[in-house]
């Protein structure tokens, strides 16, 4: 963990680098001759190769030639601007993807690989929009992740160089969301229609035969069916859009049961597999397709209820029958499968708001009042993992409602964030550490945590969670609340880094560092620090699940600080600057001042 901690800070220092100088380069714009207009990324790709030349581990070598091939394609992008080509998008990108050549063949490092084939299919979509319009673009556009799966292994064996599994596992990861997303969409769509067909079947088939046949990738083999019932669904759904004056329920039973035949599929496919990696892949794969399946039944049930007459009625008998299915199956599949019995009862939930809204003309509080206390009662009495995790957000939802409706003045954001802050002190701090292990409790401290989390990134839509002086005068107690959330955020992550990490030195150094993140907060962005104490806390846990939720929301924080704020693009050059150049030095004080921390996290 100490070693990741160390190389986020590099890889972040570079990004927030490359982002300051790119700002700068905005700002002065209309100022710049063209000679100073080019020499920026020009300086950045040099220095960029200097540094790949001087370097001597593979890591650094690897991401500063990354990132000197990415500005190859602003180079080009500014070249464009300054001189007025004219040229078409794609150009740009087929230029990119010609100078990208030069150091994949020169160092053959396979994140280069990556990069040449998201620009090459770039190219290609903006090409393609010149002749074609529709969904069919994209579908086109991603079967170039497929040729590269396709031709990878006849390349390999050609030049007898060594397989490198994550970059071709990476690239089937790309492949089969794209394709799978886009093929859909492209079978649905009104133009190209046969050819989506044929091209479909054409690139699952060679993926599968050569990645799977070949190769001998069971993920391969798992996603190819996946593709295959997906394709029965997609090519069902247009059958159902280009009939007319027909019944769509007997369609949508079809559909349901090619799911139902794929999910079967699948699992008896990976049954003698012992790869953990390979099995948590098919959970996934089999808990996607077994959601769908569900959503199938639900409009297959509301079509059946439809076509005997029911109307808004129809939401009720639904409501009902959907959750006493989640008891059912709660019930036959105890606690180690409860992804569709919870989607059922959540359904259901939602289809009791919608009669309760629609039928019965309730207003928001109390509909949301009678689906929360059902809600805790099923908590209580149907021992499901997701209901824990679900607990305490749903509970902080009825609060904001009734803040909302009943105290206009006092802003809801704040006081469900100072509440889940308490519980996660209450925690850390009060509560007995062995009772702490037990499972359920865990699981109702996660779903604390991911309030924590979703709370600020919702908060940044209406401003708040920037700049916060406006508001002061709209909300009441705001400056109280601010002061709180941000002392509450420095105890928990004080107390956490001093139970987690053993060496003083390193305690003090981090303890430093996030004070002058919760001062940062408290100033400009205070969404962030909040999403950072999460990140902080998967952190002593070693979680890599929370670790990587709460890096991509830390990232979307700051992201919106630097595009959406008033300031000036020179004010965001200079912060970013300061903040690549601050992460640099965390990096260079973690590596040379705690050699050997590693064998104590």
Do not use: H
């Not at 060679?206 to 046949?213: D, E, R, S």
């Not at 007997?250 to 003698?272: D, E, Q």
């Not at 962030?528 to 979680?543: E, F, P």
């Amino acid at each position: 963990m100490f070693e990741k901690i160390k190389k986020f800070f590099l890889y972040f220092s570079v990004i927030f680098f490359i982002a300051g100088v790119t700002s700068f380069t905005a700002y002065n714009w209309a100022t710049m001759s063209r000679v100073e207009k080019l020499a920026v990324p020009s300086a950045i790709i040099i220095a960029g190769l200097g540094a790949y030349l001087f370097l001597k581990k593979d890591i650094y070598k690897n991401l500063v030639l990354f990132f000197s091939s990415f500005t190859i394609g602003t180079l080009f992008a500014v070249y464009g601007q300054v001189y007025q080509t004219g040229a078409d998008t794609w150009i740009l990108f087929r230029n990119w993807a010609i100078f990208l050549i030069i150091p994949i063949i020169a160092t053959g490092y396979y994140s280069l690989v990556v990069l040449f084939s998201i620009v090459v299919a770039l190219g290609i979509n903006f090409y393609l929009e010149l002749y074609l319009s529709g969904a069919i673009i994209p579908f086109l556009s991603c079967l170039t992740f497929g040729i590269v799966l396709m031709a990878y292994p006849f390349i390999q064996k050609r030049f007898n160089f060594k397989f490198n599994n994550v970059f071709y596992n990476t690239m089937i990861g790309i492949f089969y969301i794209s394709f799978i997303v886009s093929g859909f969409a492209a079978i649905n769509s009104y133009d190209n229609i046969l050819l989506a067909i044929i091209l479909y079947l054409i690139f699952v088939a060679g993926v599968y035969f050569i990645a799977y046949k070949q190769m001998q990738k069971i993920t391969v083999k798992i996603l190819s069916i996946t593709a295959l019932g997906c394709f029965g669904v997609a090519v069902i759904m247009k059958m159902i859009s280009e009939i007319f004056y027909v019944d769509a329920t007997m369609f949508i039973l079809l559909s349901l049961l090619v799911i139902i035949g794929t999910i079967a599929a699948v699992i008896k496919s990976s049954n003698k597999i012992e790869n953990e990696n390979i099995k948590k892949i098919t959970n996934i794969v089999v808990g996607f397709l077994k959601v769908f399946a569900f959503f199938l039944l639900m409009i297959f049930v509301f079509s059946l209820l439809s076509l005997i007459g029911l109307g808004e009625e129809a939401l009720i008998v639904v409501a009902i029958l959907l959750v006493a299915f989640s008891c059912f199956a709660a019930k036959m599949l105890g606690l180690k499968n409860d992804k569709v019995e919870i989607v059922a009862f959540i359904a259901g939930l939602l289809c009791l708001g919608g009669y309760l809204g629609f039928q019965l003309e309730m207003t928001a509080l109390p509909v949301v009042f009678i689906i929360t206390v059902i809600f805790n009662l099923f908590w209580f009495f149907m021992p499901t993992r997701a209901l824990d995790l679900l607990l305490l957000p749903m509970n902080y939802c009825l609060l904001g409602f009734f803040i909302e409706e009943k105290a206009p003045s006092i802003n809801y954001y704040y006081s469900i964030i100072t509440i889940a802050l308490i519980v996660e002190a209450y925690f850390y701090f009060l509560y007995d550490k062995k009772q702490l292990l037990n499972e359920k409790l865990k699981r109702v401290l996660i779903g604390n945590e991911a309030a924590l989390i979703l709370l600020p990134l919702s908060w940044l839509s209406t401003g708040i969670g920037i700049f916060i002086d406006d508001f002061e005068l709209m909300f009441k107690y705001v400056q109280y609340y601010r002061i709180v959330d941000i002392v509450l955020t420095v105890l928990i992550g004080a107390f956490v880094i001093f139970k987690t990490i053993k060496n003083q030195k390193l305690q003090v150094v981090l303890c430093i560092f996030w004070l002058g993140l919760n001062y940062f907060a408290y100033s400009q962005i205070l969404s962030l620090i909040i999403v950072m104490l999460i990140m902080l806390i998967y952190a002593s846990k070693n979680s890599k699940w929370g670790m990587l939720i709460s890096t991509l929301a830390a990232c979307y924080v700051v992201s919106y600080y630097y595009f959406t704020t008033y300031k000036s693009l020179l004010d965001k050059s200079i912060a970013l600057s300061i903040s690549g150049g601050l992460l640099l030095v965390a990096y260079l004080v973690l590596k040379y001042g705690f050699k050997g921390v590693e064998t104590n996290e």
